[in-house]
């Protein structure tokens, strides 16, 4: 690969991102559809980068669907400009557009960060930010005005970089995989669940469910339980109390009951 593993993680996550983003711009554009994309915050989130204006949102939401469709013309071997979006574009439909051209771009985006002279230019197009009002709005320009609010969770394991439990893991939209992310100062490292052969999806997997399920009916009450083998409650009860019997949450495992009274009933025999 040419580029860095890292910056092939950021254009990625851009590239996912981009339609949820298109998609917002024009939500705000047009408040009559910002409900569909309430999942998304409305800041400015640095205090370097100028408050964006109405007039942002109509061109960064079509420079940006410009730019992935004509990427998405060009990995389908025509090489031609990129449309734009109609000016009454809606919210739902700017989305869907950038969402067919960005799962073009993604199913070659390998093929494309092994080639010099375009992944540099993809990566100018998408994950650059620029300082003041973007002749050319990116991904990254939009994302950093008007983030996605994302509502991610810290993982229960620790970065596999600066080794701190500052991981914030992220559901896959769009059909796509779940992203971590360490959110630690200078330490940029990010993977979904699917890079280093799903290593991450391991590490950072939760806890198991607990191995006791209630609603299965192999798991009986008590008095079930007695019932099934033809024993009292109190002589299963005795079971228990001499370690033969080890009940989960009040239920008894069908199969081990009945192991145990067909033991009980070899001993009397
Ligand atoms: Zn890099
Ligand atoms: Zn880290």
Redesign the pocket.
Known sequence: ML??E??YRSLRRHLEDAADIVGHLRSIADPTKAAVFDRIRVQSSSIEIPAPVAADLIDASNDITTTLNMWANHVAGEDRPGAGLPAGAMADAAHDVVQLAVDVILEDLDRLANDSHQVYSLCEGVMVVHKDAPDVWTVADAAVRWPLEDSPRWAQAACPVCDLMAVRIQPGRNGRPSRYRCTTEDCDWEANSKDDGGLWASVFAEPAPAEVRPHDPRWLTLADAARLVERTTGTVRNWVTQNLLAPQMGRYWQDDVLAVAAQKRGEAA
């Open positions: 580029i860095c890292r910056c």
